[in-house]
């Protein structure tokens, strides 16, 4: 004997906003074409999330996002490359917002996402950019072999990881800006004149604000790389014609970071260049002694010297006021001090101005 | 290597046995992209005091994460004295002296299980156990503390003055005072001394923030009440309450947030779309840490400030583990 409940699921009838929810986390999945097991995932995300007291409650706005981050947080964590913007746009959403409830959602279900994987990340972005193909309007001089491109973006994107310019950076600038590197190295002569706007509008793809500052970062870490060619040396090479040479300098890149920069590895420095730097200080003295030891040196070879291997933040400090540390008058405070009448009476209005005060502001 | 310690003895025959390389792994990279592996930085920090500084005796605690150790056994129960920053070196000594046998054993387990991600049950919290316990022979605390004090930034605080507030009253008569009540429904007062900033209900609760020492926070709230007793109104200073301390400290060398929040996933949130910083959610003690890849620290969420050098503390040595760049 089967209950009429039970035939029926009503006690399975899920409510209308958790419906909604899972019809939403399903569409996403399918749009983004996602594999079967993420859609189950991230439907049992969203279930859970609703339930949360944190969640039970919020708009009906923010529960779309909370279907987006589900589906966002599914992806993440089986290594599938999708940002944070794709699912904004998909879900037309502020970007801010999306943010919050996403921490949020990390933060009460206590769900560990690993890392963006870039490498992932270059292939997919890769992917939107209409280079690959001639078309009406994309001229012959564009168009690339995909799989050489994808290669050498992956390459500059790594080397960009190792010398600090990716770290605590948005990803997609920097992808944008490395493809557009290994895209004019392939046929410098055609391709140098071209623009990274240019680069952009052709592909099909937006030009992010930070990727012309990654751009000049990279260049200038590629410059200071063929500074150590010794091939290279001969030529005069500037932030343009560095370009001609980035299939060499990833060829040699390992060889080209160690020599270029000092490395804040107290034993390999000593390997590399004995004499140099700062052989008698031990590695537990700090990175700072290395640096200090780079430093002294950089300035004492100003032209090609060697630099730091350093994230920009820490090479072109800002100029920032440093709050003094407490003074010894500070941290005699008690806390339980006398307050004097005079003190506190400075804060007190007199009566004419209470006056003109009442006038002006017309309590 | 000069092969003297047994500790290098054992953990060269342990790296023989994984077919990673010779030096013993801890993990193994999730993603293919990770170019930042800490395992030569772990390796380097943990014979470093014996191999570079040979006449050194291996007292640098600081660069040996062992905050996987439980934080309180029966025996150092009470030796624990909150107030100290040295609270945690003394339980890792008790600690350590028990676990010193058991550690060759631990050891082999971690290094078997490479991609370990949770927690052992006794792990206080603040990092997983993948890195090898080292049997080191038990220091005393001397100083093995990372010798950076983080500099209290910002303090808040709560007192009820009991009784009821005439906000536009208050406005009109205080020079230092902002009333604004369509955009925010309390009264904003200054003083110069504490440099601080309250905010003022009708209800009587006041909010005070901006000062740099629980102290100052104190001082800075009794004025407010004063100020609002020489306007007239019967206020008192009842329940008192730091509620929140932020510090802020400077490692001195760059981090790789990519490794780190591989490594600590379960506390970590890394994502360079939403905000520089890795945001670390420690356990014990409850802080939240900001990570940044110049090596500032941010702490926040202590109710007292010993948390926050506690905090501290447990995140140096794993900050540590990060500093070498591949």
């Not at chain 1, 996402?113 to 012959?140: E, I, Y």
């Not at chain 1, 405070?333 to 005079?342: Q, V």
Request: hydrophobic letters at 35%; glycine letters at 6%; charged letters at 25%.
């Amino acid at each position: 004997e089967v209950s009429y409940s039970q035939s029926t699921g009503q006690k399975e009838q899920l409510s209308r906003c958790l419906q909604r929810g899972i019809r939403r986390v399903q569409d996403l999945c399918k749009v983004l074409q996602l594999p079967r097991v993420f859609e189950e995932t991230a439907v049992s995300y969203f279930q859970r999330a609703l339930q949360h007291p944190s969640f039970h409650l919020v708009s009906l706005e923010k529960k779309e996002l909370l279907a987006g981050c589900c589906v966002f947080v599914t992806c993440r964590q089986h290594n599938w490359p999708v940002t944070m913007g794709t699912i904004c746009s998909l879900l037309y959403a502020k970007q801010e917002l999306f943010a919050s409830v996403y921490l949020s959602l990390q933060k009460e279900l206590e769900l560990s996402v690993p890392a963006l994987s870039l490498a992932d990340l270059v292939k997919t972005h890769l992917n939107s950019f209409r280079l690959f193909q001639r078309a009406a309007d994309v001229p012959a001089r564009f168009v690339e072999d995909k799989e050489k491109m994808v290669a050498r973006t992956m390459q500059i994107v790594e080397l960009a990881s190792e010398t600090w310019l990716v770290t605590g950076r948005h990803p997609v600038p920097i992808v944008t800006a490395a493809a557009f590197l290994s895209w004019q190295s392939l046929q410098p002569a055609a391709r140098l004149t071209c623009t990274l706007a240019r680069f952009c509008k052709v592909a099909g793809v937006d030009l992010p604000p930070p990727a012309h500052l990654r751009l000049k970062e990279l260049l200038e870490i590629l410059l200071r790389m063929a500074s150590q060619l010794a091939w290279l040396r001969v030529f005069n090479v500037d932030k343009k014609t560095v370009v001609k040479h980035i299939g060499d300098l990833l060829q040699h890149r390992i060889f080209l970071l160690k020599n270029a920069f000092c490395l804040e590895d107290g034993e390999e420095q000593r390997a590399a260049a004995p004499g140099e730097g700062s052989p008698g200080s031990p590695p537990a003295a700090g990175g700072a002694a290395q640096e200090e030891g780079c430093s002294s040196e950089g300035k004492r070879q100003h032209e090609g010297g060697r630099r730091p291997l350093l994230p920009p933040c820490l090479i072109n400090p800002r100029k920032r006021l440093r709050t003094a540390a407490p003074s010894p008058s500070d941290s005699a405070i008690t806390g339980d001090e006398p307050i004097s009448d005079r003190e506190i009476e400075q804060y007190l209005r007199g009566p004419e101005e209470i006056r003109a005060f009442r006038k002006a502001k017309a309590w | 290597m000069d092969g003297v310690s047994p500790l290098e003895q054992y953990l060269e025959r342990c790296g023989g046995q994984d077919d990673l390389s010779t030096s013993p792994q801890l993990f193994s990279p999730m993603s293919p992209y990770d170019v930042d592996l800490p395992i030569q930085t772990t390796e380097d920090v943990l014979f470093g005091s014996q191999l570079n500084q040979p006449k050194e005796l291996p007292t640098d605690f600081s660069s040996v994460d062992l905050s996987f150790l439980p934080d309180v056994t029966q025996d150092n129960k009470e030796q624990n004295l909150p107030e100290d920053g040295h609270e945690m070196q003394k339980e890792l000594d008790g600690s350590i002296s028990r676990n010193e046998e058991s550690g060759i054993f631990m050891d082999e387990s971690s290094l078997s299980y490479p991609d370990t991600t949770q927690p052992s049950p006794e792990a206080s919290g603040a990092c997983p156990p993948l890195t090898p316990m080292t049997p080191m022979t038990p220091v005393t605390p001397a100083s093995e503390s990372s010798g950076i004090v983080p500099q209290l930034q910002n303090i808040v605080s709560t007192v009820n003055l009991a009784c009821k507030l005439d906000l536009k009253n208050i406005a009109l008569h205080a020079r230092n005072a902002e009333y604004n009540p369509k955009r925010f429904a309390a009264v904003i007062m200054r003083i110069r001394e504490p440099r601080t900033t309250a905010l003022i209900f009708s209800s009587g609760k006041m909010v005070c923030t901006g000062a740099k020492s629980e102290e100052q926070s104190r001082l800075a709230a009794r004025k407010y009440a004063r100020v609002v007793q020489k306007l007239g109104f019967p206020a008192k200073f009842l329940d008192f309450k730091i509620q929140n301390m932020v510090g802020s400290c400077d490692v001195r060398f760059p981090i790789r947030l990519e490794g780190l929040v591989l490594t600590h996933q379960q506390f970590s949130s890394y994502e360079p779309e939403l905000f520089p910083g890795l945001i670390y959610r420690m356990v014990k003690p409850r802080i939240v840490l900001l990570i940044f890849v110049s090596g500032k620290v941010v702490l926040t969420g202590a109710k007292e400030r010993s948390e926050i050098y506690e905090a501290f503390e447990n995140i140096y040595p794993i900050l540590k583990g990060f500093k070498k760049a591949s």
